[in-house]
């Protein structure tokens, strides 16, 4: 699954950018449109504690895969607006189903001890692929100038045929622990949600205007666009098993912290970047910070009871998503206006998320989820 995912995905966020500014001539109000269509998916994420009363969650993963690949295979076919928005929504429906499974599977599956490691590998095993990936990608574009349509055919063809494959040779492995089949919502969990929800929304703007900002801007091409990728996974693939070790020693409040000081120099340099050398090295910098984000989800294995897992799985993908529905189509408007703007609002979501890391205790646990419910243990005793 961690292979099926980049090889469609990432194509697809490869090429988009390109393809969406040479063949359907998008501005950036119509590139926020279309990445706030990408997130309605994500936002109704909660659903999934709905699909997993008549399905499987490891059956689902596998059709969700299926069904983001099918959307990557029609892109190219749909040149315009509205052919965009509708192949946009079908990819983007497979890959948030597919990516709230994949972490209600992992916190099931995986013990306290082993899952910072182990995502760790996950994420190291899903940037080798999206090396690969890219690698022929760059090839493809550069050596044999295939066209847009061909690229998404071959990257979504991929991933649907890995999914077949995984449905008919992998048996269903049973959870640990049976799952609520209700959608939780839970008090306690407070900062997780915090966390997520501003994770939610700093990340959009690095995903969207980030990018864009390479092609509009500076003029990146889709082959030069290929290497930025390549260099960013190649870092996860060399530390991406490491900076989860060092979540587990470290612990999740000092990972967060480290994190978000950096995202916040690096989007005020986005906001006052001239230089197109310097701009891919502050793109570089900010995907190496966002592999720290592991520390979110594993904050929340160590406070969550155990049966939770799968239905907040998709409830915190719809709480990560409330501002990427509305975030990209807004900002898309303010890019008309000030490029740097973006990027000093999305400092101060940086700012907030750092503000909020502190309040993580130094040992998470039930019953001590924040500092303030340390203290309220500590005036007790």
Not at 27 to 44: A, C, K, Y
Not at 170 to 198: D, I
Request: contains cysteine.
């Amino acid at each position: 699954m961690s292979i099926a995912m980049p090889v469609a995905f990432n194509a697809w966020s490869a090429m988009l950018n390109n393809f969406v500014v040479e063949k359907a001539a998008f501005t950036g109000v119509e590139i926020g449109i279309l990445q706030s269509l990408r997130e309605v998916p994500g936002f109704l994420s909660f659903t999934l504690v709905f699909v997993l009363l008549i399905i499987k969650e490891q059956t689902f993963a596998v059709f969700s895969l299926a069904l983001l690949g099918l959307g990557v295979c029609l892109t190219g076919f749909f040149p315009t607006i509205y052919g965009l928005y509708f192949t946009t929504i079908l990819m983007s429906t497979g890959f948030h189903y597919f990516e709230a499974v994949k972490q209600s599977l992992s916190l099931q599956w995986l013990s306290q001890k082993e899952a910072p490691i182990v995502l760790g590998k996950l994420l190291a095993i899903g940037s080798l692929t999206s090396l690969l990936v890219y690698g022929c990608l760059w090839i493809f574009l550069e050596i044999f100038e295939l066209s847009y349509y061909i690229n998404f055919l071959i990257a979504g063809g991929v991933c649907l045929a890995l999914a077949f494959i995984m449905f008919i040779s992998f048996p269903n492995f049973p959870s640990k622990v049976e799952q609520n089949q209700n959608l939780v919502l839970r008090k306690r969990y407070w900062l997780y949600y915090l966390l997520t929800f501003l994770s939610g929304a700093r990340r959009q703007i690095f995903v969207v205007f980030a990018a864009f900002l390479m092609v509009e801007k500076f003029g990146y091409s889709a082959s030069q666009v290929t290497l930025l990728f390549l260099i960013n996974y190649a870092f996860n693939y060399l530390f991406a098993e490491k900076i989860g070790r060092m979540i587990g020693k470290f612990g999740e409040r000092k990972a967060l912290t480290f994190e978000y000081i950096g995202l916040i120099l690096v989007f005020v340099a986005y906001g006052l970047v001239e230089d197109a050398t310097l701009a891919a090295f502050l793109y570089v910098l900010d995907h190496m910070f966002f592999a720290l984000a592991i520390a979110i989800t594993t904050y929340f294995q160590k406070i969550a009871d155990p049966k939770d897992m799968a239905s907040n799985a998709g409830v915190s993908f719809t709480i990560n998503h409330i501002a990427a529905v509305i975030i990209p189509a807004l900002l898309g408007m303010v890019w008309i206006w000030s490029h740097s703007l973006v990027f000093y609002i999305g400092a101060l979501f940086a700012l907030l998320s750092l503000i909020s890391a502190r309040l993580i205790p130094e040992t998470p646990a039930p019953q001590n989820e924040t500092r303030f419910s340390f203290r309220h243990e500590v005036t007790n005793t």
